[in-house]
């Protein structure tokens, strides 16, 4: 790839509480390889004669945004689930019927839809927390890795990066019940048999590497985390589980093992600063201690939580006790990470009922850099020479941020003020389009396909 030059009127420069104005930035072979604020509001470092080949990006640019948490195919319930009664698992039962009707190809079609909506969101990598592994009765396809192969090749359509967190899910209850119905498709046996058929993946392509994952102390039997764990660990990849999302979770595991499911990670090897634990609502003043002092990560969605009234975190806790904190659209509500990044702020507001627990900084830290890290992807998430091309440039003249200083806009901008991404140094959208998926009329065509309507 050759040498490209951007003009960014503010960019949001590692360690900088706020944005710089006028940066120039140089990226060759999709990496940066130089970051040059203007000196003395006129001249350029790298000299004058640089701008004239640099394509101007008017708003603000942030490193490219990561969401660390996603279930693709719950983008297909958007709007079918918020208007009735129920709690989590009476929406459960009815993502399950949509996980249900998905196969190969259509999982395809879904995931690249999705995928693009993430793009035009200003996402340049995301956590697949993927457990849709076999036939809807839990036969396994000709290629074993069939579904997960249809999210990568989903992803490099879109133009985004992508871990593939391989799930390990082989029971439905704390206590051992087997998986019934939709759920077989989950399932690979034993913890065994799921290394077996995850060390088969082969991403085949710079935009995707696989991870693994736990689906939960509901779902993996307590003799067998280690097993995930240590393939994890011996692989070098990162590792994610649902942590104390509901608190009948922390009941059924006290029950059965007489303890709470961050201690029972604990004990099987599980923590660690590899490891990302998703939610983490419910947890203890125990539970945050060994999460901090073990430095695992905790990936934040909050509009799911709210979505599905799973509760509020305490989140400046969490980062106190050392816990980094990442952002994910898990259930895709919506797809918006300046949504995700402020709600950790504003909910932990209506949590205390004090303002100010997290700085601007703070937010894009967790959107970004944070975000990559949790993926594996430590080369990515920041403004910085060596650093991936990823570019994510938000108006400041739109109807929610006009009249808006570029530092709030992790309080005032959306998704649709997302103007122009690179990823890896390939402009995937420009002034607010998406340059080869139609997305809004591929999110109605793949929804319509698996929900018959």
Request: glycine share 10%; net charge negative.
């Amino acid at each position: 790839m050759p040498l490209t030059r951007w003009l960014a009127e503010y960019a949001w420069l590692p360690d900088h509480a706020e944005p710089t104005p006028e940066v120039l930035i140089e990226v060759e072979d999709g990496r940066i390889t130089a970051v040059a604020p203007l000196v003395g509001g006129g001249t350029p470092t790298a000299g004058v004669e640089v701008l004239r080949d640099a394509t101007r990006l008017p708003g603000l640019t942030v490193p490219g945004l990561a969401n660390a948490h996603s279930h693709a195919f719950h983008r297909a319930l958007r709007g079918r689930t918020q208007g009735g009664r129920g709690d989590f698992w009476s929406w459960r039962d009815v993502m399950y019927d949509v996980a249900a009707r998905l196969d190969p190809d259509s999982y395809l079609a879904l995931a690249r839809a999705a995928y693009a909506e993430m793009a035009l969101a200003g996402i340049t990598c995301v956590g697949e927390f993927h457990y849709l592994h076999h036939g809807p009765d839990g036969t396994p396809y000709a290629d074993p890795n069939a579904m997960g192969a249809a999210l990568i090749e989903a992803a490099a359509h879109a133009g985004i990066r992508l871990t593939l967190l391989d799930t390990c899910y082989l029971t439905a209850t704390v206590d051992g019940a087997p998986l019934v119905g939709a759920q077989r498709r989950f399932g690979d046996g034993d913890a065994l048999r799921w290394a077996e058929r995850v060390s088969g993946i082969a991403p085949g392509n710079d935009h995707a590497r696989v991870g693994a994952a736990i689906h939960s102390v509901r779902a993996v039997p307590a003799e067998q985390l280690a097993t995930v764990a240590g393939w994890a660990d011996r692989n070098g990849v990162p590792l994610h589980v649902h942590l104390s999302e509901q608190p009948a979770e922390n009941d059924a595991c006290r029950a059965v093992h007489g303890c709470t499911p961050t201690r029972l990670l604990a004990d099987h090897g599980v923590l660690g600063p590899h490891t990302t634990a998703v939610h983490a609502t419910h947890p203890t003043s125990a539970d945050l201690a060994l999460l901090g002092e073990s430095r695992t990560g905790i990936c934040l969605c909050p509009t799911t939580e709210r979505d599905l009234a799973d509760g509020i975190g305490p989140a400046r806790r969490m980062a106190e006790a050392g816990s980094p904190l990442s952002l994910g659209s898990d259930s895709h509500a919506v797809i918006d990470l300046f949504e995700e990044a402020r709600a950790v702020e504003l909910d932990e507001r209506l949590r205390t009922r004090r303002r100010g627990h997290f700085t601007p900084a703070d937010l894009c830290t967790a959107a970004t850099v944070a975000g990559h890290a949790a993926l594996g992807w430590g080369d990515a998430g920041r403004l910085a020479v060596g650093d991936r091309a990823d570019l994510v440039t938000v108006r400041l003249d739109s109807a929610r941020t006009a009249g808006v200083p570029p530092v709030g806009a992790f309080h005032a901008a959306t998704a649709a003020d997302v103007r122009h991404v690179v990823v890896d140094g390939r402009t995937v959208v420009a002034d607010g389009r998406h340059l080869t998926v139609d997305v809004p009329t591929e999110l109605r065509d793949a929804i319509e396909a698996v929900t018959n309507r």
